[in-house]
């Protein structure tokens, strides 16, 4: 569903932040995106969420050539997609109930259709009592969990999620992760971008770990020693 | 797809998202401050006062020339200049005989000393005229403006038939007349003009700077795959109602404006005509509002769907 070759990126005249990057996610697999910061996580994530074109190397998203592919055809792409921002990106005048029915709302369903299914997404994350809140009177944990309410509510083909537990304590971390796991079984490609150890010793998935713009893709357990040397090797 | 039909299209469709929007009650996705929307709303209301009596004024004028019109079409003035040749009373009986004669006049008045020299009176002051000035005598001429005669034949006849006599048809006075208005048409026609792009200008700039603000939230609603006639709806809802809001403030004081003329100028019919009574302007108090919102809605859509189509 989603095909990387030889991708590279760079910003203006800046040098390349994503060097030949070449990999490949099927329908309902599940997958974490690691690496130090500035190593072109963030990069990376862009262009899945297509919020920007490659200098070089083709995507294809969706049996779509991201090259050739008219803006105007680019929302329903979108619309496949959902995205967990690592700064939530939430819109402070619009309550929990209403940011999280965004999505629904953009692909023109009303009201009434939507409401039932945005309440209960809602009281799974623990934001039963939030709905009517707004959110600067939210902390942290609440809003990353409205933001991940928001990037599954309209059950996407692909799930990119930027350090989605960074702001929640571990228990309502793994309890989001089974929330990832549950979507994934559902049949939702998932990509989580995170730096958290513990959540990526959790689930047996193969890593897309970026180093200095290059990625690699290590198994579970090659994941886990690298994580072991690099741990070991810290002063 | 013609220009009209595209500017229809986008009518139907923002027509259609605000009343699906206000149905929901759904709330706005753009926030636009207090700040800003008073200031729009300041604007837009300026805006469609100038309008307003800008074309209130126009209808002021049709009317004024409509009822000077009328009167010069419907009246010539024989004027009887004193001659050796022939006594003043003889020479008003002649032109009497002639006009009566002529088909085409529906009535005809001589004008008496004293009827003439009120006519004077603004220019000399009251009692000011010399009892002996000779003055010509005139005579009042009322024609059937369904048939009219022809009044080039008619003052061929009254010269040959009475000495002095001169047929004043008041054509210079209506061709300037005809003049002034004409300016005065093109004059509101250009100030509605410069109005309407004044009008524009400012929401584009509106919407621009709206835009720009909302950069985050116009990026985030097109990486969830919002289309950008969506987004441009969005600006429109509020647009609108800044827009209706504004016009018929406006409007309604530019009415206030002129209802205050009107009945300051009560009793001068001559040069302001009882303009309360005047329906067109309670129309105006419709239109104006609905045309400047129109403007308000349409600039707003179309300066935001083309800055939108710029991004990715």
């Not at chain 1, 989603?2 to 203006?12: A, H, K």
């Not at chain 1, 990037?151 to 309502?172: Q, R, S, Y």
């Not at chain 1, 089974?178 to 995170?194: K, M, Q």
């Not at chain 1, 200095?212 to 198994?219: D, Q, T």
């Amino acid at each position: 569903m989603l095909r990387f070759e030889n991708v590279g990126l760079r910003y203006d005249e800046g040098p390349e932040v994503l060097k030949d990057v070449t990999f490949e996610l099927h329908q309902g697999s599940f997958h974490f995106l690691t690496g130090r910061s500035g190593a072109g996580k963030t990069s990376l994530l862009r262009l899945l969420y297509l919020a920007g074109r490659p200098t070089r190397g083709f995507i294809s998203l969706f049996g779509h050539d991201i090259a050739t592919t008219p803006r105007a055809a680019l929302p329903a792409l979108r619309r496949r997609i959902g995205v967990v921002f690592q700064d939530f990106r939430l819109i402070d005048h619009l309550t929990s109930f209403e940011n999280v029915a965004l999505p629904l709302r953009i692909s023109g369903m009303t009201a009434r259709d939507y409401k039932e299914d945005v309440e209960e997404l809602l009281a799974w994350v623990g934001l039963k009592d939030q709905m009517g809140a707004r959110p600067p009177t939210l902390s942290g944990g609440e809003k990353q969990r409205v933001a991940i309410a928001r990037a599954i509510v309209a059950k996407p083909d692909l799930l990119l999620a930027d350090e989605p537990t960074g702001n929640v304590d571990h228990e309502m971390g793994l309890r989001l992760l089974r929330l990832f796991v549950e979507l994934n079984r559902l049949g939702t490609t998932v990509l989580i971008a995170t730096h958290d150890r513990t959540l990526t010793a959790r689930i047996d998935a193969p890593h897309l770990h970026l180093e200095a713009g290059r990625l690699a893709i290590l198994s579970a357990a090659a994941a886990r020693d690298w994580a072991a040397e690099a741990e070991e090797a810290a002063p | 797809m013609s220009q009209a039909q595209a500017v229809a299209e986008a009518a139907r469709e923002a027509l259609s998202e605000a009343l699906k929007a206000r149905k929901e009650k759904r709330p706005p996705l753009i926030a636009l401050g207090w700040a800003s929307s008073g200031l729009l709303f300041s604007i837009v209301a300026v805006m469609s006062f100038f309008a307003s009596l800008a074309a209130g004024g126009t209808l002021t004028i049709d009317r004024v020339f409509a009822s000077w019109s009328i009167g010069l079409t419907q009246a010539v003035t024989v004027q009887l200049v004193p001659t050796k040749e022939m006594a003043a009373s003889e020479q008003v009986e002649r032109a009497l005989v002639v006009l009566e004669a002529t088909p085409g006049v529906r009535e005809v008045k001589p004008i008496g000393r004293e009827e003439a020299s009120a006519l004077l009176e603004p220019w000399l002051g009251e009692g000011n005229l010399p009892a002996d000035l000779a003055l010509p005598q005139l005579v009042d001429v009322r024609v059937d403006t369904a048939h009219p005669p022809d009044l080039a034949i008619l003052a061929d006849r009254l010269k040959n038939a009475v000495p002095g006599a001169v047929l004043d048809t008041h054509l210079r006075w209506k061709g300037q007349l005809l003049t002034f208005w004409s300016w005065v048409r093109l004059l509101e026609a250009l100030a509605l003009g410069l109005i309407g792009v004044a009008t524009v200008a400012t929401i584009v700039f509106a919407t621009r700077a709206v835009l720009e603000t909302n950069r985050e939230l116009v990026d985030l609603l097109h990486l969830m795959g919002a289309h950008d006639a969506f987004i441009a709806g969005e600006f429109q809802r509020h647009f609108s109602i800044i827009g209706s809001l504004g016009g018929l403030a406006g409007a309604l004081a530019a009415l206030a404006a002129l209802w205050g003329l009107a009945i300051a100028s009560r009793g001068n019919d001559y040069f302001a005509p009882a303009l309360a009574s005047d329906s067109k302007l309670f129309l105006l108090a419709v239109l104006v509002p609905v045309a400047v919102c129109g403007v308000t809605l349409l600039t707003a859509r179309v300066t935001a769907l083309t800055i939108l189509r710029r991004t990715i």
